[in-house]
C-alpha cells in the first residue's frame, strides 16, 4: 500500500508518499508560498537525479498546489509511480481535535464539520489542514482520506492534569483545558522506547520533543499523562519564537504600556519572543556557535532551556511516582549533545548516568541509547517520524474498512 502523507499550512502544503510494504519514503517535498511567491521541492531519496530544488511555480491555491505535486509524482522526469491509481490513502496532519477525537479517524462530513468546530483553538492550522482534506478530495474523490490529530495522543490526560483553576463556566462554554502537541512525535517515540525497554508491562517515560516548536509529556504505560502545552501550541517550555509559560499578569502589563492589541500582543508571544527575543535568532546551531564564541545571551538560553527541562523531567517524574527512562528527539533533541549531559547531570540524583562519549557521537543521524549500563533510568535519543505514524494510522483505518 503507498500512502500520500499531507501536511497543510496556511500558505504551504508539505508532502510523502510511503510505500507501506517496507515503510520506505518514496518521495518527500514542500509547496511554499502558496497564492504568492511559490516555490515547490521535491525530493527521491533512491535518486536524487529527480529531485527538484525550490522551483518557482504558479500556484493559486492548495489545489494547485496538490495538482503540481501529483504530477511530479508520476511524471517520466521526476516520478515514482506510474499512475495516481498506485496512491490507495491519504493521511492529512490536523493540529487541533479539541476533545471530539481521541485517535485518528476516516473523514467524513461529520468529522470535517468537527473539525471545523475547533477552528477557534487552532485558527492558524485547523483551516489550512481541512482545506488541504478538501483539495485532495476533489482531485482523488474516491481515495479513502484519514485525520490524524496532533492533539490526540493526549487526550487520555487526566481531569487533574488538563484542567486549569479558572471559572468553571470558561471550560463549559468555550472548551479552555490543556489539550498538549506533537502528539504524534510522542506517540511515535514512546511506543518506541517502550519496545527499547523490552516491552514491560508498566513504563514510565518523558518524552523531550525538542524544536522549534518544543513540548515534553508524561507517559505511563504508553498513554499521556501529563504535557507541557495547553490550549494552544504557547504553553511550556521556551521555544524559537514562543515565550513558553509566563505570568500571565505580564500580558495585560505589556499591552497597557506599549498599547498593543490582543492580535498584537499574541504576535508578541508567539513569533517574536523565545530565543528570538532574548538574542535575535532561533536558529539552534547559531546559538550554539555564539554561546561558544562567548556570547552572554547566547549562554543565557541554554542554561535557561536547561534548567527548564530539569524541571520539568524532574516534576514529571515525582507526578508519575518514577521514572524508568527519558528520550530526547526533535530538531534539537536529536542533534544538541550538550543539552543532553547537562540537563543528565542535573538529574544524577535520582540515578541518571550517561555515557558521554556515545552522547556526542549521537549528533546529526544516528540514535539509541546515551545511558550507561548502570544508570537507573534508561536515556535514549529517538528520531522522531511524524509523518511515518500518520501512514501507520491511516493504512490501519483503510484495511479496517
Known amino acids: 500500500m503507498k500512502i500520500l502523507v499531507v501536511n497543510a499550512g496556511s500558505s504551504s502544503l ?6 507501506m510494504e517496507n515503510e520506505a519514503v518514496l518521495a518527500k517535498g514542500n509547496c511554499e508560498q502558496i497564492g504568492t511567491e511559490s516555490t515547490f521541492t521535491h525530493k527521491v531519496p533512491a535518486d536524487e537525479s529527480k529531485n527538484i530544488k525550490a522551483k518557482p511555480m504558479e500556484m493559486a491555491d492548495h489545489g494547485a498546489a496538490l495538482q ?18 498506485e496512491i490507495e490513502a491519504v493521511g492529512h496532519r490536523v493540529l487541533h481535535g479539541g476533545e471530539k477525537f481521541s485517535g485518528s479517524v476516516l473523514v467524513n462530513d461529520k468529522v470535517e464539520e468537527a473539525i471545523t468546530e475547533c477552528f477557534d483553538l487552532g485558527p492558524l492550522h485547523n483551516p489550512a489542514n481541512l ?34 483553576a479558572l471559572p468553571y463556566e470558561y471550560y463549559e462554554k468555550y472548551s479552555i ?11 511515535f517515540v514512546s511506543k518506541k522506547c517502550i519496545d527499547l525497554l523490552g516491552n514491560p508491562e508498566h513504563s514510565k517515560i518523558v518524552t523531550c520533543h525538542l524544536g522549534n516548536g518544543s513540548s515534553i509529556s508524561a507517559v505511563v504505560d504508553g498513554k499521556c499523562f501529563d504535557t507541557t502545552m495547553g490550549v494552544t501550541p504557547l504553553e511550556g517550555i521556551m521555544m524559537g519564537t514562543r515565550c513558553g509559560s509566563i505570568d500571565p499578569a505580564i500580558v495585560p502589563i505589556i499591552m497597557k504600556k506599549e498599547g498593543l492589541t490582543a492580535d498584537q500582543m499574541d504576535t508578541v508571544m508567539n513569533k517574536k519572543s523565545g530565543m528570538l527575543g532574548l538574542c535575535g535568532t532561533s536558529d539552534n546551531r547559531t546559538i550554539e556557535s555564539r554561546a561558544k564564541e562567548g556570547d552572554e545571551r547566547a549562554k543565557l538560553i541554554e542554561s535557561m532551556l536547561c534548567h527548564q527541562l530539569t524541571k520539568y523531567i524532574g516534576g514529571y517524574a515525582a507526578a508519575m511516582g518514577g521514572l524508568d527512562a527519558i528520550v530526547f528527539t526533535g530538531g534539537i533533541g536529536e542533534n544538541n549533545p550538550q543539552y543532553r549531559d547537562r540537563v543528565c547531570d542535573k538529574l544524577a540524583f535520582m540515578g541518571v548516568k550517561i555515557n558521554y562519549d556515545e552522547n556526542n557521537r549521537l549528533k546529526r543521524g544516528p540514535e539509541g541509547e546515551i545511558s550507561t549500563p548502570d ?17 501507520r494510522d491511516t493504512k490501519e483505518i483503510v484495511e479496517a474498512l
Not at 177 to 187: E, L, P
Open 177 to 187: 483545558r490543556r489539550y498538549g502537541f506533537h502528539g504524534t512525535s510522542h506517540r
Open 375 to 391: 544508570s537507573k533510568i534508561k536515556v535514549f535519543v529517538i528520531c522522531t517520524n511524524e509523518e511515518l505514524m500518520i501512514a
Open 68 to 85: 503540481i505535486v501529483l504530477d511530479a509524482l508520476v511524471s517520466e522526469e521526476n516520478g515514482v509511480i506510474k499512475s495516481m491509481d
Open 131 to 164: 482545506t488541504g482534506i478538501k483539495a485532495c478530495q476533489k482531485i482523488m474523490p474516491n481515495v479513502p482520506q484519514v485525520a490524524v490529530f496532533d492533539t490526540g495522543f493526549h487526550q487520555t490526560m487526566p481531569d487533574y492534569a488538563y484542567m486549569y
Open 14 to 19: 508539505k508532502y510523502q508518499l510511503i510505500d
